[in-house]
């Protein structure tokens, strides 16, 4: 019996197998990057979730939240309140020991700087110089250690990186207003995530800003559990943003340099991409300017709240509505949406 020839696909065959291969892919695809941006944005709530906790642990030991920042070098009106010692310290740097981070938090020096920032931008907006003396050199080791908190805010740490944001995680190193020192060689890791403040660059403005617009945090805040009027689950301490902004720059870890306030979610809203005239379309993915709220995540951004909850909000949330969950003592009737 003679064997049955082997029959070889046609070019047509082959084409068509091809083509459906490329469908298939083509529909997985969308559900693999989908599924991919779901786990991302759970590791991002997870990380606000630490954060949120480190400040109720804070709060604890200390019976005040830390302050959104100390001492800074190069706030406006100077003469108006500047500090007499300038710090820069950005006050998420206090929550290390409660994020698992107590072998760097020994390392540093709080009654050094964390950065050599003394003046701001002096051609827009003086004056911005600060008349307060330099707490030390932020690359001086002041213990002998080998290390100094130059190298401290060069460090990643990651609870403070939402995995989805593809910008670089890291200031330029040569910049007087927002880098550690210029010619230290070290650039400083920026964060994610920072306190629900006010937009004011003003010397130590959180002192004097009306008890009914005051956010959580600000230069040299003090809250108390016992301050936040509006409700603990009704008021934002920490706030989601990007690494890619336009005008200025998105805020360090450790230290605040020229207008690093914190993010003013209820000022601008969330996911601000555009900026006529300067941003004449969109930029998805770099905010438009400092202390503007927002993420790559499809919609929106995340909150922790004074009660350490943590929630999405979409990009669409009223202002007002923003506004009402920003102030701690606004008295409006407003709840996350």
């Known amino acids: 019996m003679r064997p049955r020839p082997w029959r070889a696909f046609t070019l047509v065959e082959l084409l068509v197998v091809i083509a459906i291969i490329g469908i298939l892919i083509a529909l997985l695809l969308p559900a693999v990057q989908a599924a991919r941006e779901a786990a991302r944005r759970m590791q991002c709530s997870n990380n606000l979730k630490q954060l949120g906790l480190a400040l109720h642990n804070y709060h604890s030991a200390h019976k005040v939240f830390p302050p959104g ?37 020994e390392k540093l020096d709080f009654r050094t700087c964390s950065c050599n ?40 740490i990651a609870v403070g990186t939402c995995p989805s944001d593809n910008g670089d995680p890291y200031l330029a190193e040569g910049s007087p207003h927002y880098g550690i020192k210029p010619g230290s060689g070290l650039r400083g890791f920026k ?50 943003t990007l690494h890619d902004v336009y005008n200025g720059e998105c805020a360090a870890f450790f230290y605040r340099g020229w207008v690093m306030v914190g993010v003013d979610l209820g000022h601008y809203g969330i996911n601000r991409w555009h900026w006529p005239p300067y941003i004449t379309e969109p930029r998805r993915g770099q905010l438009r300017s400092w202390a503007h709220a927002g993420s790559l995540h499809p919609g929106g951004c995340h909150v922790a709240m004074a009660d350490g909850s943590v929630h999405f909000l979409s990009e669409t949330t009223d202002t007002v509505v923003l506004e009402g969950l920003s102030t701690m003592a606004g008295g409006e009737v407003v709840s996350v949406p």
């Open 191 to 240: 964060t994610n995530y920072d306190f629900s403040t006010s937009n004011s660059y003003h010397c130590d403005a959180w002192s004097r800003e009306n008890a009914s617009t005051r956010r959580m945090f600000g230069e040299n805040s003090n809250t108390r559990f016992s301050d936040v009027l509006d409700g603990t689950s009704n008021t934002v301490a920490l706030v989601e």
């Open 117 to 156: 920032a003394m003046h701001g931008n002096t051609g827009c907006c003086g004056p911005c110089t600060a008349v307060g003396v330099l707490a030390g050199d932020v690359t001086t080791d002041t213990d002998g250690d080998g290390f100094n908190n130059a190298q401290a805010a060069a460090t990643a």
């Open 69 to 105: 920042g100390i001492g800074y070098g190069w706030c406006r009106y100077p003469d108006n309140g500047g500090a007499a010692s300038i710090k820069n310290l950005n006050g998420l740097a206090l929550l290390l020991p409660y994020l698992e981070q107590q072998p760097l938090h």
